[in-house]
């Protein structure tokens, strides 16, 4: 049984660019929340996803935008790209508002 | 708004010794508190939760205690071992219907000294 998974690994990115971050979630569960993690910091709620609609969403501008697919994969996308997005994504799923397992994470860079 | 406290920022103990963590959650509608254990490079793993109804839960040498009316819970390591050492993350969630973001604390950095 594959845990949550998710892609790239690493990504370097230039100001003003645009970005897609990947998850799958552990099987079984339906709900994919992403988490933004500053070095030296805890992780930080972006949004929440569950039947395919954004049900909660923390501190984070426009530029911060999802998706829910209907096999409950989950896309994240970051657009004009800042300096200070460089962070590590992490990607968590649960059933419902159950415990949340977390992905590997994608290590984003901006230049 | 939601806030989570978390303290010490570092801890250091010998082995065998004890560990303690200490979070203060600033929402009274919290009632899920969640540990995660972080070593370098690596995903966030939950060691431990507990929920609002309950006041102590044990798993091995781990612990969590929960005080709702202070609204502080704490993580307790007992003959901690230097495979304990890692960045330690308490989260609270005011979790409801099908809904429950995370609001975590800023970390504890454990080092066990063999």
């Known amino acids: 049984d594959a845990g949550v998974t998710q892609s790239p690994t690493h990504l370097i990115k230039t100001r003003g660019q645009q970005v897609t971050l990947r998850c799958s979630p552990k099987?079984?569960?339906?709900?994919v929340s992403w988490y933004q993690q500053a070095l030296g910091q805890g992780p930080q709620f972006i949004f929440q996803?569950?039947?395919?609609?954004?049900?909660q969403r923390g501190n984070f501008p426009d530029r911060f935008s999802g998706h829910q697919f209907p096999n409950y994969s989950s896309e994240l996308n970051v657009n004009a790209l800042l300096l200070g997005d460089s962070a590590l994504y992490l990607c968590?799923?649960?059933?419902?508002?159950?415990?949340?397992?977390f992905g590997p994470g994608t290590r984003l860079l901006v230049l | 708004g939601e806030n989570v406290e978390q303290h010490p920022s570092t801890l250091s103990v010998q082995e065998g010794d004890s560990a303690v963590i200490k979070c203060t959650y600033s929402d009274s509608a919290s009632n899920y508190f969640p540990w995660y254990k972080q070593e370098l490079g690596k995903r966030p793993q939950l060691i431990i939760d507990i929920r609002s109804n309950v006041g102590e839960k044990k798993d091995q040498r781990i612990a969590v205690t929960l005080n709702k009316t202070a609204k502080h819970f704490s993580l307790h390591i007992t003959e901690t071992q230097p495979e304990d050492s890692a960045v330690y993350f308490c989260a609270a969630s005011a979790a409801s219907g099908n809904t429950g973001k995370l609001i975590f604390g800023q970390g504890t950095t454990l080092q066990v000294k063999p």
């Open positions: 099987s079984g569960h339906d709900t």
């Open positions: 968590a799923s649960s059933w419902g508002w159950e415990t949340q397992y």
């Open positions: 996803y569950y039947e395919e609609e954004e049900r």
